[in-house]
């Protein structure tokens, strides 16, 4: 009935058209309206009759939790008459009236939708027999994506995701479509990702309720992008030679950390700005002289706090052996061979708008370890005000392509 009496109204603004058409403009008698200005007048009500009628389905379809049916209810109403909702008389008609009662009486109930995943989920399944993840909303000469199988469609949500972790990007991409909600919630793809994270301790996932919270509520480094830390301070320099002054110098230099998800740390000393450095640490192929290479883990403590621990030291090059012509080269001593690594220690916590973006120093030392006596000997550093915390900032350069899928 509600199909007919919209084909009625429709035929009736078509009809209206049509006379306006064909009646003259002028010729009116004053005093009286004219005949246009009359079918403009019925035209502007048969509209705001179906606007009307069609704002009072799409408030029952809401009602009723079919949402996106709802808003394209709403879309041809406000397309009719724009200001409809002010316009509108919920109990104005009959069929109407129970509708608009119910809407004015539950407007302080909250309409949002709890569980998002399983109504979308239940949307497809209603939809067609035949299921499909997501629609083209224009007709296509071209194969849509959608005619692809879950299993290539879900390998490609492993490429988006990448070895690099790059999870914002997946939940980007969950916002194009509902299908693509669903895709991007599989609780495969998040329970690999956690196992890149932190391997053997994440077997399980008590106490949280998903994978998916697991990724985002326990603590982890970040890596889309680099933790920076700026150290400024003032050093006494040497006395004149006619003694009369002594000079003093201004240090400042930062220190970057860029962390990867199998594990492997890079950590690099440099006065050079970060517009400078950032860029060459996009891949671990980097090569700059004080740059240096490692390992690092995530350990959690009785006291609920997360440290991160690395080891690095610089990379081993090959040197080609030298001879020397010298006949008192063999009577001097030889100089002792030694491998430099340093061991740190960094608190992981949140601070600000952003979360596991801060790294505070607890721990720093050198080991050298000889290798003609194969002696070790370690060297701690006081943790001064030199040590300042390391704070991440992201680069979307690092995520910009995958190398392989995760």
Same mark, same amino acid.
């Given at each position: 009935?509600?199909?007919?009496?919209?084909?009625?109204?429709?035929?009736?603004?078509?009809?209206?058209?049509?006379?306006?058409?064909?009646?003259?403009?002028?010729?009116?008698?004053?005093?009286?309206?004219?005949?246009?200005?009359?079918?403009?007048?019925?035209?502007?009500?048969?509209?705001?009759?179906?606007?009307?009628?069609?704002?009072?389905?799409?408030?029952?379809?809401?009602?009723?939790?079919?949402?996106?049916?709802?808003?394209?209810?709403?879309?041809?109403?406000?397309?009719?008459?724009?200001?409809?909702? @002010?316009?509108?008389?919920?109990?104005?008609?009959?069929?109407?009236?129970?509708?608009?009662?119910?809407?004015?009486?539950?407007?302080?109930?909250?309409?949002?939708?709890?569980?998002?995943?399983?109504?979308?989920?239940?949307?497809?399944?209603?939809?067609?027999?035949?299921?499909?993840?997501?629609?083209?909303?224009?007709?296509?000469?071209?194969?849509?994506?959608?005619?692809?199988?879950?299993?290539?469609?879900?390998?490609?949500?492993?490429?988006?995701?990448?070895?690099?972790?790059?999870?914002?990007?997946?939940?980007?991409?969950?916002?194009?479509?509902?299908?693509?909600?669903?895709?991007?919630?599989?609780?495969?793809?998040?329970?690999?990702?956690?196992?890149?994270?932190?391997?053997?301790?994440?077997?399980?996932?008590?106490?949280?309720?998903?994978?998916?919270?697991?990724?985002?509520?326990?603590?982890?480094?970040?890596?889309?992008?680099?933790?920076?830390?700026?150290?400024?301070?003032?050093?006494?320099?040497?006395?004149?030679?006619?003694?009369?002054?002594?000079?003093?110098?201004?240090?400042?230099?930062?220190?970057?950390?860029?962390?990867?998800?199998?594990?492997?740390?890079?950590?690099?000393?440099?006065?050079?700005?970060?517009?400078?450095?950032?860029?060459?640490?996009?891949?671990?192929?980097?090569?700059?002289?004080?740059?240096?290479?490692?390992?690092?883990?995530?350990?959690?403590?009785?006291?609920?706090?997360?440290?991160?621990?690395?080891?690095?030291?610089?990379?081993?090059?090959?040197?080609?052996?030298?001879?020397?012509?010298?006949?008192?080269?063999?009577?001097?001593?030889?100089?002792?061979?030694?491998?430099?690594?340093?061991?740190?220690?960094?608190?992981?916590?949140?601070?600000?708008?952003?979360?596991?973006?801060?790294?505070?120093?607890?721990?720093?030392?050198?080991?050298?370890?000889?290798?003609?006596?194969?002696?070790?000997?370690?060297?701690? @550093?006081?943790?001064?005000?030199?040590?300042?915390?390391?704070?991440?900032?992201?680069?979307?350069?690092?995520?910009?392509?995958?190398?392989?899928?995760?």
């Amino acid at each position: 009935m509600s199909d007919d009496s919209d084909l009625k109204v429709e035929l009736s603004v078509f009809r209206a058209q049509w006379m306006s058409e064909l009646t003259p403009s002028s010729g009116t008698r004053k005093g009286f309206p004219s005949r246009s200005e009359d079918l403009k007048r019925k035209q502007e009500l048969a509209r705001e009759e179906k606007a009307s009628k069609l704002f009072l389905k799409a408030v029952e379809q809401e009602q009723n939790g079919a949402v996106y049916e709802a808003i394209k209810y709403y879309r041809r109403a406000m397309q009719l008459v724009p200001d409809i909702e @002010f316009k509108i008389n919920y109990t104005r008609s009959p069929d109407s009236g129970e509708v608009g009662m119910n809407y004015l009486e539950e407007t302080d109930l909250d309409n949002e939708i709890d569980d998002l995943l399983s109504y979308f989920q239940q949307q497809l399944t209603l939809q067609e027999a035949c299921l499909k993840i997501c629609q083209p909303d224009i007709e296509m000469t071209q194969t849509h994506i959608s005619a692809l199988p879950m299993e290539v469609l879900m390998y490609i949500f492993r490429w988006v995701v990448s070895s690099d972790l790059d999870l914002r990007a997946l939940e980007q991409l969950s916002l194009v479509c509902r299908g693509f909600y669903i895709c991007a919630r599989d609780p495969e793809i998040w329970r690999l990702a956690c196992l890149r994270v932190w391997g053997r301790s994440c077997t399980k996932m008590v106490p949280f309720n998903s994978w998916r919270e697991m990724f985002l509520e326990r603590p982890r480094v970040r890596f889309d992008g680099v933790y920076i830390s700026k150290t400024n301070y003032i050093r006494q320099g040497e006395q004149s030679l006619d003694g009369f002054y002594r000079a003093w110098h201004q240090v400042e230099y930062y220190r970057y950390f860029r962390f990867f998800p199998d594990g492997q740390v890079m950590m690099l000393t440099t006065p050079e700005d970060p517009l400078v450095i950032v860029p060459r640490l996009r891949n671990r192929n980097a090569r700059m002289e004080s740059l240096q290479f490692g390992h690092y883990r995530l350990s959690q403590d009785t006291d609920n706090q997360t440290k991160v621990f690395a080891v690095v030291s610089k990379k081993k090059e090959e040197k080609a052996p030298e001879y020397h012509k010298n006949r008192y080269y063999n009577c001097c001593s030889p100089v002792q061979e030694a491998e430099h690594s340093f061991h740190m220690g960094l608190q992981l916590s949140s601070g600000g708008c952003q979360r596991f973006n801060k790294l505070n120093w607890i721990h720093h030392s050198c080991q050298i370890t000889y290798r003609s006596t194969a002696e070790t000997v370690v060297t701690a @550093f006081d943790i001064d005000k030199t040590y300042t915390p390391l704070f991440f900032a992201r680069v979307k350069s690092y995520t910009a392509s995958s190398e392989k899928p995760l």
